[in-house]
């Protein structure tokens, strides 16, 4: 714009009447409203001008004490811009600063309020407009997200308060019933399956984890299943069914009941393993119908006397019958159709730290302080759980509060006596000592404090082992291996720093070797690990347990190639048939996709120096043997976690819940990633 738009006063006043002016200017402006509120302390509104009043003044505050005044289109302040960058140089940052779009609501908002109780209306704009707008259909889909994701009652749709609550924020908007909610959930769970079994379809191969869970007089099976992406090689895992039992769980029902869950969603010959505990009648039902009965059936007779303490409702005692009543007997049950099984690792791997721990009590010594130590820390732990004056002694004393440990976890005996060496080490043995006297418990003697602390020096490799086996995410099934020779590897080692512990760690090391001895022999879970890049062949140096690991995988690979030929062939000749001339001529120039002998590419892999899962994808035979051997799980933690969200919904206040309901909250809580039409 030209300068002739600077309509600047001629005259110049001296610095009294100057400042009159200013503020007589400045009470006339006051009775409107000034159109950009973010410039007030640079420039006062004073009136407007021009056919329309499209023109505004305004005086300069900078210039004070002299009286300029500038005019500038309602619809841009370029002109006051302008004026600041000739007059003023040094305050156009500033300037520049007030008119930035992303601060002018900002500094709008904090501009002097408004006292009058109407104030003056003001016309929104379409972007405000916009803001303010949300339909029914959204605040739908905001409400049951809000149920799923917080595993909220359906009944809290009925709470007045609820409805306040959304109906403030969204004036005009409607709360859905409680029945329409049951409705909308068993839509979403349907889509959300459809989803799933769409997924599945593109999916080579899958595992599953299953488990029993009871609460509130009720039980229920739950399944997971996990495959991996064959682009970047990551896990993905989904819940399938938390599904009511009833009655006995004999092996039959469990049976019939994961058949079902299979089906449901397509997958029934995708799966490759299901891991579950080490449960007498999850074991028998594999072991009847499931692919690998004969090398079932065989575990359940080298370790039926480790299942005494599952909750089963099949007895193990050997009975001797008429052979023909005895086939006529099984020929009264259906035949289910069930994947190859997998022992839980973790599962045995807590029977052997509680049951084949106890056998380090055969040395009197690790026996004697064993009992004496563990029997005042139970004391202590119940005392400071039951009383809350105790509580608050071991908090003043120790820092920190004490774990109880839980008789169905060891892991949790292992971290209630980590505590209590933690506050021996940070605190000191006195505080202990002086706990137990305020506490009017006995005293720890210095041999019951080395015991302590040797116990958890011995059974810190297994929470280690544990943690790992259970993380989901990582937890490939080439994992199993080098996880257990590491350990066994870790508990040689602390054997020689022990002195009373050493019976323990003995006690470990053969109960290892006891459960896990066919495993760690198997070609297939051998084959896993070497495939996995993390390990290759650094995890043993037991060149006879990786030759057998090679040979496997030799084979499998010299059985994808013959696959990959065979169907190259039948490409060529149906070719052919069609006029091909190149494949009547040259059948052999189609080679694999991989372009690369499989031995070739074992020879490669086996050199690299990557660790990263996804490196695996560069040798596309080894890939595919990798998500064979790998997507199987070695522990059933999937299943815990299902049910521990399950407990969430589960209160008591809502022990009345339908099961169809529950298991419809439950899947969309943990599937959201496979709902397409969100809730």
Known sequence: MADSDLHIAD?????????????????????E????????????????????????????????????????????PSNLRKHVQRQHPHNLKRYTELTSSKKRQKRARESEPCTSSNPPAKQLRVYECKTNTVSQKKVDRLILNFITEGLQPFSIVGLSAFKELVTSLSPGKTVMCRETVKNRLKMCATDMKHHLCETFESVMTVATTTDCWSARGKSYIGVTAHWINAGDMKRISAALACQRLKGSHTFDVLASALENIHNDYGIGNKICKTTTDNGSNFIKAFSLFGTDNVTNTNEMEVNNEDDEDEVSDESDDV?????????????????????????????????????????????????KFSRSAFAKCQALWNLSSRSVLAAEAVQSKCGIALIKPNKTRWNSVYRAVERLVRIIKEKGEESLQSLCN??????????????LQEYYKSMQPFAQALDILQAED?????????????????????????????????????????????????????????????FRKTWTNDTTVLEKGMVYIKRKLTEIES???????????????????????????????????????????????????????????????????????????????????????????RSRIGD????????????????????
């Open 11 to 31: 005259e110049v006043l001296n610095e009294g009447q100057g400042l009159e002016g200013v503020n007589t200017i400045g009470k006339k402006g006051e009775e």
């Open 563 to 653: 696959t990959e030929r065979t169907t190259s062939v039948e490409s060529a000749s149906s070719a052919s048939d069609e006029g091909d001339d190149d494949a009547f001529f040259f059948p052999q120039k189609k080679q694999s996709s991989s372009g690369r002998s499989g031995l070739l590419q074992l020879e490669e892999y086996l050199s690299s120096q990557s660790t990263e899962t996804s490196s695996i994808t560069t040798w596309p035979l080894l890939k595919d043997l990798f998500i064979k051997t790998n997507t199987a799980l070695p522990a059933s933690a999937a299943c815990e976690r299902l049910f521990s969200a399950a407990g969430r919904i589960f209160t008591p206040l």
């Open 33 to 76: 409203e000034h159109p950009w509120p973010f410039l007030k302390s640079m420039f006062r509104y004073n009136g407007r001008v021009g056919r329309e009043n499209k023109s505004i003044k305004f005086i300069c505050c900078l210039c004070s004490p002299l009286v300029r005044e500038i005019s500038a289109f309602i619809s841009s």
């Open 474 to 534: 990582k937890a490939y099934m080439g994992y199993l291996l080098p996880v257990l020779y590491m350990l066994q590897d870790k508990l040689k080692k602390k054997r020689d720093e022990m002195d009373t512990c050493a019976p323990l760690i003995d006690a470990l090391q053969a109960g290892i070797t006891r459960r896990f001895s066919a495993v760690m022999q198997e070609p297939e879970m051998i084959a896993a690990a070497i495939l996995h890049p993390k």
């Open 319 to 367: 009975m001797y019958h008429n052979i023909t009543k005895h086939l006529d007997e099984d020929s009264e049950h259906e035949d289910y159709d069930l994947p190859s099984h997998q022992r839980c690792a973790c599962d045995t791997l807590q029977l052997i730290a509680t049951g084949d721990a106890d056998q380090a009590e055969e040395n009197a010594t690790y026996k």
């Open 438 to 451: 305020e506490l009017k418990l006995p005293r720890f003697k210095a041999g019951e404090i080395r015991f």
């Open 660 to 679: 169809q309901n529950f298991e419809n909250q439950l899947l969309l809580k943990l599937n959201k990633s496979f709902l397409q039409n969100q809730p």
